[in-house]
C-alpha cells in the first residue's frame, strides 16, 4: 500500500520560509518521479515542482527562483522548500508521484492528503 504523508504547512509572513516534506512508503522510491501540486481556493490544482529519478527538476514559472525541490532516497522523503513566499503562494500543497517521460511530468496515480500554506501579507 502506498502513503504519502505531506507535513510542514503554516502560517507564515510574506517573504518568509517553509520547507514541506514528504514520507513516502510502499513503493520504490529511488526510482519514481515525485513532485509537488498545489491547490489555492477556486483555483485548479497545478504542478510547482517535479524531480524524476534522473534529477531533473521542474518548476513552475510562479515558484522558480524561490523553490527547491530536493529529495533524500535514503530516507525516502522529499522536500520543498519555499522562500520568499508571497500571498499568492496560499494553496494547499499535495505531494504525488509522477510519470515522467518525452521531457514532460504527468500526474502519477498516489497523493498525500495535502498541507495548508497559508502566507499572510
Known amino acids: 500500500q502506498v502513503q504519502l504523508v505531506e507535513s510542514g504547512g503554516g502560517l507564515v509572513q510574506a517573504g518568509g520560509s517553509l520547507r514541506l516534506s514528504c514520507a513516502v512508503s510502499g513503493l520504490t522510491f529511488g526510482s519514481v518521479a515525485m513532485g509537488w501540486y498545489r491547490q489555492a481556493p477556486g483555483k485548479e490544482r497545478i504542478l510547482v515542482a517535479g524531480h524524476s529519478s534522473a534529477g531533473r527538476p521542474y518548476y513552475s514559472d510562479s515558484v522558480k527562483g524561490r523553490f527547491t525541490i530536493s529529495r533524500d532516497n535514503a530516507k525516502n522523503t522529499l522536500y520543498l522548500q519555499m522562500n520568499s513566499l508571497k500571498p499568492e503562494d496560499t494553496a494547499v500543497y499535495y505531494c504525488?508521484?509522477?510519470?515522467?517521460?518525452?521531457?514532460?511530468?504527468?500526474?502519477?496515480?498516489?497523493w498525500g492528503q495535502g498541507t495548508q500554506v497559508t502566507v499572510s501579507s
Open positions: 504525488a508521484t509522477l510519470a515522467y517521460y518525452n521531457e514532460k511530468y504527468y500526474p502519477g496515480a498516489d
